[in-house]
């Protein structure tokens, strides 16, 4: 009881600094509210699906950045579809990343570009280790015969 | 509740997105097809290119189709201007759903014939609004429904004398921050 109990305190304490230290935004709370109980795992497939796409972007972002002569139109619809899918999930700060990345395409600056891409990879990697750790707490919660609290 | 289910056709290239209308939808009651493409929005709608466009299924029938407005090769508008120049298709109301909140791509998409723009990401509050628009009105809706919702948007944004529908002031910044679409 009391092991549920601290883990569900641990759960609350970890979901809330994400949010004020910016990483998760309400968008990320919206999404665990249409979870349910005929689909428990609708928040962990959608940030999956959410890995999958970040994962082949960041390969196109590298792979665009590195011709001899860049195409800064597609490396800004790389960039679009980044942002569009973080603020999907809430995942704020790797969005606001994209914001800067985009107008140092339209400025077709390369070395802005380059040094927001390895921003990008930074702050995706740190969402992506911050929501499995999420994720975690919440399985062992579950294991433990307890209820994942709800955010407000 | 006895609610006939309204069936929504959802457009989107991102996978993400497609997962997360397609929950929203669901949870609003909603039948839900979702597709990756305009294209293939086209062809779910019969309204293939190659084929003949008469072969549409009745228990296929779309309430309402859902688009982003951001797709590679055919965007939403253009699914958009598509189905409203269908005569089999143009009653099904069109809302357009993007990340943008621009003015004027806002206003393109109303006067084309747009049910609504939704900024994204979509809330479930949208979705209930809508309801409530397409269960409201039938499908003899078109030209009153345009006006109406210009309106609605211009009385909400506390914009003072924006009545003109024809020509449009050039949009200050002040215009542009201004989130007229999702009220």
Redesign the interface.
Known sequence: MAAVAQLQRQFIEYTTSLHNEGYLDD?FT??Q??QDES?PD?VV??VS??F??SEKLLNNLATALQQKIVDYKQVD?HV??F???S???GAQRVATVCVHFRNFCEEKNLEGCVRCLQQLKQEYILVRSKLEALFRLEQQIVQAGGQIPMME | MNQPELHVLAVDDSTVDRKVIQKLLQISSFKVTVVDSGSRALQYLGLDEEKNSDCRFNDLKVNMIMTDYSMPGMTGFELLKKIKNSSTLKEIPVVIMSSENSMTRIDRCLEEGAEDYLLKPVKLSDLRRLKDTILKTGPDHTDQTQTRKRKHKIDQSQEPDYHDQTLSPPSSPQHAQTKRARL
Do not use: A, P, R, T
Request: net charge negative.
């Open positions: 968008q919206q999404l509210k249409l689909n609708f497939e959608v699906l959410y999958e796409d619809s679009h579809q942002k569009g899918s603020s999907s999930i």
